[in-house]
T-cell receptor, first 113, second 112 residues
Framework: AQSVSQHNHHVILSEAASLELGCNYSYGGTVNLFWYVQYPGQHLQLLLKYFSGDPLVKGIKGFEAEFIKSKFSFNLRKPSVQWSDTAEYFCAVMPYGNNRLAFGKGNQVVVIP | IAGITQAPTSQILAAGRRMTLRCTQDMRHNAMYWYRQDLGLGLRLIHYSNTAGTTGKGEVPDGYSVSRANTDDFPLTLASAVPSQTSVYFC???????????FGEGSRLTVL
């Protein structure tokens, strides 16, 4: 079964700082990759996704992620965070042809005003 | 507003009781899922259904059952609740061709 690893479960940073969250997966075949965000007290919402094509994908709210196939990674970045980015971020992997998502354990991000 | 509706939003339950969490979607998605979310463990798949009439086991299916009698509804049943089933449960659906999952608002269940 595939697994998804997210490091640095708790991240605390100040507004305007840059954010990078790592995501690695352990599946050798073709995969679809996702980042979901969960704001406090809310359900998960899609931040961005990668299916094919340009490995640098841009999502909502200024987030982007880069797929590096050789490293089995799909890291999330934002150049300058805002207080409203305080949330939990989940990386997820879906093997091609299998419509079941496997989630990482999440990164709790707190942005201090 | 189209989307996924879960009920109840919150429930406290005595151990040993039977409980059904309801999930309804109006997007005509083929696939539906139940996840549980626990602190430090992320989201873990309990059961899924690729299409009406079929179901499958996920990562943590023990103690749970599901049914998919039609496209819209995907109830999750705890036959005899135990305290370790205290969690937040999320129902989700997807148009399997697109891959993206759409989530409900969650059901917070506490088993005492």
């Amino acid at each position: 079964a595939q697994s998804v690893s997210q490091h640095n479960h708790h991240v605390i940073l100040s507004e305007a700082a840059s954010l990078e969250l790592g995501c690695n997966y352990s599946y050798g075949g073709t995969v679809n990759l996702f980042w979901y965000v969960q704001y406090p007290g809310q359900h998960l919402q899609l931040l961005l996704k990668y299916f094919s094509g340009d490995p640098l994908v841009k999502g909502i709210k200024g987030f982007e992620a880069e797929f590096i196939k050789s490293k089995f990674s799909f890291n999330l970045r934002k150049p300058s965070v805002q207080w409203s980015d305080t949330a939990e971020y989940f990386c997820a992997v879906m093997p091609y042809g299998n419509n079941r998502l496997a989630f990482g354990k999440g990164n709790q991000v707190v942005v201090i005003p | 507003i189209a989307g996924i509706t879960q009920a109840p939003t919150s429930q406290i339950l005595a151990a040993g009781r039977r409980m059904t969490l309801r999930c309804t979607q109006d997007m005509r998605h083929n696939a539906m899922y139940w996840y549980r979310q626990d602190l430090g463990l992320g989201l873990r798949l309990i059961h899924y259904s690729n299409t009406a009439g079929t179901t499958g086991k996920g990562e943590v299916p023990d103690g749970y059952s599901v049914s998919r009698a039609n496209t819209d509804d995907f109830p999750l049943t705890l036959a005899s609740a135990v305290p370790s089933q205290t969690s937040v449960y999320f129902c989700a659906s997807s148009d399997s061709n697109a891959g993206e999952l759409f989530f409900g608002e969650g059901s917070r269940l506490t088993v005492l």
